[in-house]
């Protein structure tokens, strides 16, 4: 009887944890007494659900719960300071004020990513706080995941939480104006979540699942509770890219470019979703970068393979995106497309324009362009170079692997040019 209890609490740990963490956030104003009071919450449950059965509203048991013995600890601490006194005082007085059940419990996930994703907060600080308070993962995890010490993540959160309050930052969804301004802060840190797994940033791995399903996760969650375009656009996007993972690595661990992909492992119920949303996100005609380059993708998801594939609106789309939110990487990637429609030598003098300017000059996916393109030129000394040049600044190694094998592939050119 008591192992199937167990696996129940566990069962409804896993679904309701995170929910119930973010109302005990907005009651109790603290992010260190919430955490105390959640875990002192599942222990309450396993020690009476046994007897007494679990509550029809388990969630509602768990908070009120929490409350209850998040006060006793201030008491307990009010002992050696007086001062937790007058805070067990405000949380009963408030306690004793309300309805039976806690308001707002439904919209607090939607408070607590909004208050981790402030733009107060350090961009890094903003992830990490996301990933632990949001989604439940661990300090560990989340520091093997960016490949940072777990003493060197843990010192980051408690410095965003020691800066919410500190900065008095509002556990609250922002109205109007700054709604639209501080969701930026919001999908630009799920979207860095995303490109994260999607295409780490070092290390052996080219994929970390577990951060593109936390990505897609947190996405799914804001278009629930936050039903805007560009959020919408935002999940249509990482559907989008998410479909194609499982043909972008081979069975040996190497890189496999979207050309050389096999297009029948593409997840087509992914692609289907995604494409959905990028429509209802461009008919609302609010949409913003993350919809645009939802239908870059959609658009390459369509084709039976590259040769096939509409360059010429897939340019159209990074010329509108271009205009909504220019920089040299989306530069970059129209280069690419426009040497796909009107030939390689278009591409590679839009590319070299780019890297006479600058901003690109140390970013390894230029330089691995601009090698590919001079490769498909028959350029094989200047394509020699440039991937010398991408291999030094990349730092993964699936790309760093498929890198050496396209400088192999161009020493066996220059040998048999020299024969």
Known sequence: MMDSFSARIQEIYQQESRRVLATLIRLLGS???????????FAAAMNQW????????????????????????????????????????????????????????????????FTCCHPGLAPEAQLALTLREVCGLTTEEIASAFLTSTPTLAQRIVRAKAKIRDANIPYAVPEGQELQERLASVLHAIYLIFNEGYSASAGERLIRQDLCGEAIRLARLLCQLLPEPEARGLLALLLLQDARRSARVSADGN????????????????????????????????F??????????????EADSTETTDWPQIVGLYEALLGQSPSPVI????????????????GLALIDHLLAEGPLSDYHLAHAARADLLRRLGQNKQAHAAYRRALALSQQGPEQRFLLRRLHEIETRLATEKK
């Not at 408030?94 to 039976?100: F, G, K, P, Q, Y």
């Not at 280069?335 to 278009?346: H, I, L, S």
Request: glycine letters at 6%; one cysteine or more.
């Open 31 to 41: 992010f260190e007494l919430a955490e105390e009071a959640l875990h002192d919450a």
């Open 50 to 113: 046994p007897g007494e059965g679990v509550p029809d509203n388990p969630r509602a048991w768990l908070v009120s719960a929490g409350r209850f013995k998040a006060i006793d600890q201030l008491r307990r601490k009010a002992r050696f300071d007086v001062s937790f006194e007058e805070v067990a005082d405000r949380l009963e007085a408030e306690l004793a004020c309300e309805d039976e059940e806690p308001q707002g419990i439904e919209d607090d996930r939607l408070r607590l990513i």
């Open 255 to 286: 890189l496999v470019l979207l050309e050389d992909q096999d297009r029948s492992l593409w997840n087509r119920e992914q692609i289907q979703e995604g494409s959905n949303l990028v429509l209802q996100a461009l008919a609302s005609r609010r």
């Open 288 to 301: 913003g970068p993350y919809t645009l380059q939802a239908a870059i993708a959609a658009v390459h998801s």
């Open 331 to 346: 530069e970059l990637n129209r280069a690419v497309a426009v040497a796909m429609r009107d030939g390689p030598e278009r």
